[in-house]
């Protein structure tokens, strides 16, 4: 099925499709790749995509580690709060980013209320200058507790007894983090880092819903810029070349990700 449709997607990046009519299309070559990679609106988006893409994955590896060592030294066991942590994960992405963008509103939400109610500011978080990194903070509380799960799940693997050695040996915390538990971590990390910064990379209904791609095309991520291509303009031509030229370079990470997995940690 995922062959079929390669090379479905590969046929009608050749050819001048509009609106779906494929047949008698004509057939044009290489000419929508060449029209991709000389548009400054693809590479606006992929920009977009790889910086959004890599700062949320840092964000969220950062902060689930953090997280997930201190329930693992705190709270280990306890159901309730594990239960609200992962709740943002089990929510639909266009859906988290609709109730946000209620709450964040700077007419009606509730925490630039608070905002200006306590500290007189005036924010509008979707503004030009400011939307970039609401759209981080969003990503970030959805997603930091599927990372904080992947870490969790690594660090109850650790054997008890060479963590109670440690302490009987004296070992402090930074030392018992740097040689017992990130070792033991690293691969819950790579992984849960390459699938994190796929899907961030990939954004689309979350990115869609809080701002339609803008303003202008300050948020528009590489799925809206073929979403807009395809189904905006019709032009499903160009649309499967872009998907393809994406395809290509997200090979890239899938590649030092399967270099990485060969290691032995």
């Known amino acids: 099925m995922t062959v079929y449709l390669i090379v479905s997607t590969i046929n009608i990046s050749l050819k001048e499709v509009y609106f779906g009519f494929l047949e008698n299309s004509p ?15 693809f590479w606006n988006a992929m920009r977009f995509s790889l910086f959004f893409g890599s700062i949320t994955t840092v964000l969220e590896l950062f902060l689930g580690f953090l997280l997930a060592y201190f329930y693992y030294s705190k709270f280990r066991g306890l159901r309730l709060p594990f239960t609200l942590l ?39 978080l979707f503004a030009p200058k400011n939307v970039f990194w609401t759209l981080v903070f969003i990503d970030a509380l959805q997603w930091t507790p599927f990372t904080f799960l992947v870490i969790y ?28 538990v990130i070792p033991y971590v690293t691969p ?38 073929i979403y807009r291509i395809g189904f905006t303009m019709g032009n499903q031509g160009l649309a499967s070349a872009v998907g393809m030229t994406l395809f290509a370079f997200m090979m890239i990470p899938a590649f030092i990700f399967s270099k990485l997995m060969k290691r032995r940690w």
């Open 86 to 124: 992962i709740t943002p994960i089990l929510m639909a992405p266009s859906l988290f980013g609709l109730m946000n963008r209620i709450l964040l509103n700077n007419f009606i939400g509730l925490i630039p209320g608070y905002i200006k109610f306590f500290f007189g500011l005036d924010l509008d």
């Open 153 to 180: 799940a690594a660090l109850i693997s650790i054997p008890p007894q060479l963590i109670e050695a440690a302490n009987i040996d004296g070992a402090k915390r930074l030392h018992i983090v740097n040689y017992i």
């Open 27 to 41: 057939f044009v070559g290489f000419k929508n790749y060449v029209e991709v990679l000389r548009s400054p609106a």
């Open 188 to 225: 819950a990390l790579v992984v849960s880092g390459f699938l994190r910064f796929l899907e961030s990379f990939r954004v689309f209904d979350t990115v869609y819903v809080l701002t339609g791609g803008g303003p202008g095309s300050l948020t528009t991520s590489i799925s809206i810029y």
